[in-house]
């Protein structure tokens, strides 16, 4: 009987602690982590697709038909290879060859490499790609014609036939922070969003790729705390103002085993921020933009069958589009014909889909009206539909639809509102719909061409009941106006239940930089657990979507042009004035918390709004643009040579003096995307005005200072730092 008693009281207990939010919890348990469906990739026939699943050591990838999502077979098992691990996969277009990732390791925000693996489905053979001691491969794919894999290592390109596995090179000239081949330069990798630097043809008979010259760029070193003397990390790094690499465009014919370039002009100081081939075999299209992007043209260059000395490419612009501040870097472009393609384009004021023709150089807009388009999945020429995914209700949220050439029309296809996104079935005959909500986790089904669901994949109802044993709030959304009357969106997480004449602290959280919303009706993982911490802890949470952000059409996003920092900043405390008016709030106790551009911001806010903010939390904040990467700072603000005044007007670094408030600064030393330097550089203009500040550096931690106890360290400090600064 006492043992029973005892097992009781100790269950109870578990219990007790399990019920109870806490950042333990949150950041090191693993408790709040939803299910996904990973892996997923549509076999070319477009009837079936692979996936990887996961139970302990044992990893496969299985192969599911769309119609009724049974399982069709086991394409992979790491068990018959002695439990052989691989994070990641690609597939042949014949389903014959998997590549497999074994030891992947990252480079930057998008970049990896690992050593890849070759499986023969059919003989059930695993092979290594490339031999393992001359280092990681790169961005390994199979050819479109199944018949061969290309790869980078060591900025070189190589590539190798699947019949017998012998290495051969297109480029020797690679050497690293010099030439690079067939990827991409640190700049192109974080403001384009492209690592990988070479493409196939369509029918695997060339790749087109980039070279990146470097040797020029300046170079950023940070040191690495790893042994008694540190190493130090050194990469190109251009900064605002600053050169960038000296980019060719070249084109590997393996007809011939001949390069050829690709004529971009003679001014060196532009940028390709793509390149793509046409539904031509011997037609690479190339995206060429100029230094202050806000024009971008279209070079088509196509290829003749002849094969002389002097051949050369003819190169023809098919597309121009120009801006008075800037144009966006898309993917929504797809060849539809040889000569049409799908784009999209704010011109009208908002982004929205149109028809290229540029053999008869005509456009037709497609799509009209105040909403935007935000991302094109591609085209099903069967039934002449475009699938693209749209903020048509409100800018929170975003929805399935599909335009049909035929009828003009557009038609809804997701059923859910939240936030809808797709993976296509290659024929466009089904879709894997991820959708979540603010308040609930994501869910997967499968659904067909019209939208119907054919099959719920993961629904994380494990999760939700979790959830409702720790009574929480729901993030409820509002408008509020800014000083010039325009009504801004946001949300607010609040207590359920406060007392009568009660007041209490506010937090407000910020990112505010160029179309970049906070403020969206979809899953936001673990911070939403931790602001329902704080919210237990007495807080009220808010974030505001301001000027600048996204989806309210091109005058709102562009309106911060050249002046970053000034009008989000303005409205940041404008709300946080007319939010301290609310019966609940203590106008005396608010705070603001950001991460990069939102560190920036909240740097921005406790200096310039240092009568209405009590306290700043600034993790890995830009403190002055100057710093920043060129393609980012220069596309919104032009050079510090055009536009210093508002590069320092705009600075915190320039208004430190002004603090009366708290304020906690964080930064990992290893932040190869906002530089250390920017936090040096703040604490020394603080220590100059003789501001105290609360100051902590994670060593040889990157921009998202993350690993092991890392996050659960650096939450505690920020939640202690509100409770002790905020008096509760």
């Not at 070319?44 to 049974?70: C, F, L, P």
């Not at 605002?240 to 370039?261: H, Q, R, T, V």
């Not at 939390?617 to 403190?623: C, M, Q, S, Y």
């Not at 005044?645 to 906690?664: M, R």
């Amino acid at each position: 009987m006492k043992s029973k008693n005892l097992l009781l009281v100790s269950l109870l207990l578990t219990i007790n602690i399990i019920g109870q939010l806490n950042n333990e919890l949150i950041w090191s348990t693993g408790t709040f982590y939803p299910k996904t469906i990973n892996g997923i990739n549509p076999t070319n026939d477009g009837e079936y697709y692979t996936s990887i699943e996961k139970n302990g050591k044992k990893i496969e990838i299985i192969k599911y038909s769309y119609n009724n999502n049974q399982k069709v077979a086991t394409i992979f098992s790491n068990s018959s290879f002695s439990n052989f691990e691989f994070s990641d996969y690609k597939i042949s277009n014949d389903q014959n060859w998997l590549l497999l990732f074994n030891s992947k390791e990252s480079i930057y925000r998008r970049s990896s490499k690992s050593f890849y693996f070759l499986y023969n489905v059919k003989e059930k053979s695993l092979v290594s790609l490339a031999d393992s001691t001359l280092g990681k491969q790169r961005l390994a794919s199979f050819s479109p014609d199944n018949e061969k894999v290309a790869y980078v290592r060591n900025n070189n390109i190589y590539y190798t036939y699947l019949d017998n596995l012998n290495e051969k090179s297109i480029t020797v000239s690679g050497e690293i922070n010099k030439i690079i081949n067939g990827a991409t330069d640190w700049v192109y990798e974080e403001e384009f969003s492209i690592h990988k630097g070479f493409f196939w043809s369509p029918d695997g008979s060339k790749i087109s790729y980039y070279q990146f010259n470097e040797k020029d760029v300046k170079q950023f070193e940070m040191e690495i705390y790893d042994n008694l003397y540190p190493s130090q990390y050194k990469f190109k790094y251009p900064k605002a103002g600053e050169g960038n690499s000296i980019i060719k465009i070249k084109i590997f014919d393996f007809k011939d085993l001949k390069i050829y370039d690709f004529d971009i002009g003679k001014n060196s100081d532009i940028y390709i921020p793509r390149i793509m081939w046409s539904k031509n075999n011997n037609e690479l299209i190339v995206f060429k933009m100029n230094r202050l992007q806000n024009k971008l043209d279209l070079l088509s260059g196509k290829l003749n069958s002849k094969n002389t000395n002097d051949f050369k490419i003819s190169v023809n612009e098919i597309y121009s589009e120009s801006c008075e501040t800037y144009i966006d870097i898309h993917d929504n472009t797809f060849f539809i014909s040889p000569d049409e393609f799908i784009w999209t384009s704010e011109k009208s004021g908002y982004n929205h889909l149109y028809l290229i023709n540029y053999k008869s150089n005509s456009e037709n807009q497609l799509t009209f009206g105040n909403w935007e388009v935000t991302k094109v999945y591609g085209f099903n020429p069967e039934k002449r539909r475009i699938y693209f995914q749209a903020a048509k209700a409100n800018p929170k949220q975003r929805e399935l639809y599909y335009y049909d050439l035929n009828n003009k029309e557009i038609k809804l296809i997701s059923k859910v509102k939240g936030t809808n996104d797709a993976d296509f079935s290659s024929n466009f005959e089904y879709f894997i719909n991820t959708h979540s909500d603010a308040n609930h986790p994501y869910t997967f089904s499968i659904n067909d061409s019209e939208g119907e669901v054919v099959k719920f994949l993961e629904n994380n109802n494990n999760l939700n009941k979790k959830m409702k044993g720790f009574d929480l709030v729901d993030q409820t959304f509002f408008t509020v106006k800014n000083s010039i009357g325009l009504d801004l969106n946001a949300w607010i997480m609040k207590p359920n239940k406060i007392e009568k004449n009660k007041k209490l602290p506010l937090l407000m959280y910020v990112y505010g930089g160029p179309g970049i919303n906070t403020v969206n009706d979809s899953w936001s993982s673990m911070n939403y657990f931790w602001f329902q911490y704080l919210v237990k802890k007495g807080f009220v949470i808010i974030s505001v979507d301001s000027r600048g952000t996204g989806y309210r059409g091109k005058d709102f996003k562009h309106s911060t042009y050249l002046q970053l920092g000034k009008l989000e900043t303005e409205d940041q405390i404008y709300v946080a004035k007319e939010i301290g008016k609310y019966d609940f709030i203590d106008s005396e106790r608010i705070g603001i918390f950001g991460w990069s551009y939102g560190g920036y911001m909240s740097s921005l806010c406790i200096t310039k709004g240092a009568d209405v903010f009590k306290s700043a939390i600034a993790v890995a904040p830009v403190t002055n643009w100057r710093f920043y990467d060129n393609i980012y700072t220069e596309r919104f603000m032009r050079t510090p040579q055009e536009n210093g005044i508002n590069y320092d007007v705009n600075s915190p670094i320039n208004h430190v003096d002004k603090i009366k408030g708290d304020f906690l600064l964080i930064h990992g030393t290893a932040d190869d995307n906002v530089h250390f330097q920017n936090s040096m550089e703040m604490v020394n203009s603080l220590v100059k005005s003789n501001k105290e500040f609360d100051f902590f550096a994670y060593p040889n931690k990157n921009h998202g200072i993350y690993g092991g106890y890392t996050r659960l360290h650096l939450y505690n400090k920020m939640t202690n730092f509100l409770i002790d600064n905020l008096k509760l």
